[in-house]
């Protein structure tokens, strides 16, 4: 017979065979040895309700108590730990013990408080419905907010388009403005009488826009030219007297190119003078050329009048002197009328008489302001 736990082979002593253990015996070796672990041999010693025939050596008999001992000290430490637990539990349920007001008492308070807490719900519920409301209301406003930054974001881009338009056409305006300026600079600078009216020498002769006023015995200028030089000399004398807002006495220039005449006012009586002349040198010159020559050097002592009225402090206006029909350069006369006179000294007054309206335009030049006053009178 074998050992149920460890299968080694076991004797029986002689002293412990009977007939029951025999019949023991007998069956276990009809149904075959079998051999059970000592885990499976505790848990029938465990299940069974009487003492069990199962074969087992001293070792594993020692074994099992082992584990059977070590069970048993297990069970007892879990008892312990139970009754200690339920114990807890009673003293808890002891001192969780209240009267009946108290819960009472306990349940109003909650009913109470339960009420309040209702009441600050539904106003809380309340002011969530208004607060509702005011979001919506802000929400309508930050969107008219946004539309209205939209709306003035473009104004502000269309106005500074429009600024930068005009920026650059003031730009543009300044530029013309300079131009302009320096423009008007350049012509204030220009004496367009001047211009008009050009007034130089060319040699013993005094030119105006290039006609010869005068005549040489060796160059003998044609009376055209001479007749065209008195023309300029009118008008540019028309024209000075127009400046300084002169109103002449007794005279009229009449400027009509190579056929200009001078009238002469006697009281009721008029007299035409003639600038202009034909044919040759004549000793006893021409009379109606020599009257206008005359008359139109007195016209010139009035325009030198008036200057001299203006600048009272100005010593001379004019180089050279006028006095009736002499013009005086330094000590030296010279007749501005034909008869009596030779051509050179002739030719020589009437240089100085050209000489003398070149300075006058000078002074028109130069005192823009000061004829502006004469003019208005003042």
């Known amino acids: 017979m074998n050992c149920s736990v ?3 082979l076991l004797q029986v002593h002689p002293s412990l065979l009977n007939d029951q253990v025999t019949a023991v015996l007998e069956n276990r070796n009809i149904n ?3 051999s059970l672990n000592s885990g499976k041999l505790l848990e029938l010693i465990a299940n069974s309700s009487g003492p069990l025939d199962v074969p087992i050596c001293k070792v594993c008999c020692n074994s099992i108590s082992e584990d059977l001992e070590k069970q048993l000290t297990e069970m007892d430490k879990e008892y312990l730990e139970h009754k200690n637990v339920y114990e807890s539990l009673l003293e808890q349920k002891e001192s969780s013990k209240v009267d009946e007001q108290t819960v009472r008492r306990q349940l109003e308070d909650l009913s109470r408080e339960e009420s309040e807490l209702m009441e600050e719900l539904n106003g809380l519920l309340k002011s969530e419905v208004d607060l509702t409301k005011e979001l919506k209301d802000k929400q309508d406003e930050q969107k008219k907010m946004i539309e209205k930054d939209e709306e003035l974001y473009r104004k502000l881009r269309d106005n500074h388009r429009t600024l930068s338009e005009q920026s650059a056409e003031k730009r543009s305006l300044k530029t013309q403005i300079a131009y302009a300026e320096e423009q008007l600079n350049k012509l204030t600078k220009t004496n367009v009488l001047d211009m008009a009216f050009f007034i130089w020498k060319d040699g013993e002769y005094g030119t105006i826009n290039g006609l010869r006023l005068g005549r040489l015995p060796a160059d003998n ?9 008195f023309g300029q000399a009118a008008m540019l004398m028309v024209v000075m007297c127009r400046h300084v807002n002169l109103k002449l006495e007794n005279y009229e220039i009449v400027p009509f190119g190579s056929h200009s005449i001078i009238r002469h006012f006697k009281g009721n009586k008029t007299e035409e003078y003639q600038l202009y002349g034909s044919g040759s040198w004549r000793p006893f010159g021409l009379s109606t050329l020599d009257h206008g020559i005359v008359a139109l050097v007195d016209c010139f002592c009035q325009l030198e009048n008036k200057l001299k009225e203006k600048f009272p402090k100005a010593e001379r206006i004019l180089p050279y002197r006028m006095v009736k029909d002499k013009i005086i350069d330094q000590e030296s006369q010279y007749l501005v009328k034909m008869q009596l006179n030779s051509e050179e000294r002739w030719t020589k007054a009437m240089k ?19 004829l502006e006053d004469i003019k208005s009178g003042q």
Do not use: Q, T
């Open 221 to 229: 200028v044609d009376w055209h030219e001479i007749n065209a030089a």
């Open 32 to 34: 075959g040895p079998s």
């Open 352 to 370: 100085c008489l050209l000489l003398n309206m070149k300075r006058v335009v000078g002074i028109l030049a130069s005192n823009r302001v000061a």
């Open 6 to 8: 460890c299968s080694d």
